[in-house]
């Protein structure tokens, strides 16, 4: 069962638009919450993570946004730039362990 | 800078054939991680361990076996390769609870079964 939700599954933006990417957990124990960010050819890396006793945290043009009452968590990339094409997955822990589980991933096309 | 590198960047295996998928790790990290990532369902995890000789199966370890023998080496085994195994393979490691749970994921291995 997938327990990490994220839509949509592909997005196209303009250079300088505000990309959007949603992710929906089920365990309300989570405590961290990831986002990863891969280009073409390479694994994925932690672009930005959060923890659920902030709303928010922002990392340049990218913030995270937690609604822990709707069990949601957001991507936002603000002034998209062509360099931010990428795929971006969401995840989230497997009970208190070491372990993520992760969405199934957004593929984001910036146009120049 | 860690990093994690993977024996392989494409391989082309035969149905039936055993096949090793071998990562290495120089940063002395607890944890390793095999996922396949496929179109539209993200990363899936196969198996997990946390410390050489131990491992845990993840969400999909059917058809597949590890081997962890040196902290720095983690394998993964397709005892039998199908073509349902055509995929994409990520090995991953992490230090561990204690030091924060992100993971450092290699370039991945893309496995074509004929």
């Known amino acids: 069962q997938q327990q990490v939700k994220q839509s949509p599954q592909s997005l196209i933006v303009q250079k300088g638009g505000i990309s959007i990417i949603n992710c929906a957990y089920e365990?309300?124990?989570?405590?961290?919450f990831p986002w990863y960010q891969q280009f073409p050819g390479k694994g994925p890396a932690l672009l930005i993570a959060i923890r659920p006793d902030v709303s928010e945290k922002k990392e340049g043009r990218f913030t995270i946004s937690f609604n822990k009452s709707a069990k949601q968590f957001s991507l936002h990339i603000m002034d998209s730039q062509p360099g931010d094409s990428a795929t971006y997955f969401c995840a989230a822990p497997k009970a208190a362990g070491n372990k993520l589980t992760f969405g199934g991933g957004t593929r984001v096309l910036v146009k120049p | 800078d860690v990093k994690v590198t993977q024996s392989s960047r494409y391989l082309v295996k035969r149905t039936g054939e055993k096949v090793f998928l071998e990562c290495v790790q120089d940063?002395?990290?607890?944890?390793m991680f095999w996922y396949r990532q496929d179109p539209g369902l993200g990363l899936r995890l196969i198996y997990f361990s946390y410390d050489v000789k131990m491992k845990e199966k993840g969400d999909i370890p059917e058809g597949y076996s590890v081997s962890r023998e040196k902290k720095e080496r983690f394998s993964l085994i397709l005892e039998s390769a199908s073509t349902n195994q055509t995929s994409m393979y990520l090995c991953?490691?992490?230090?561990?609870?204690?030091?924060?749970?992100?993971?450092?994921f290699g370039p991945g291995t893309r496995l074509t079964v004929t």
């Open positions: 991953a490691s992490s230090i561990g609870l204690a030091g924060g749970r992100e993971q450092y």
């Open positions: 365990n309300t124990a989570f405590d961290y």
């Open positions: 940063m002395d990290h607890e944890n």
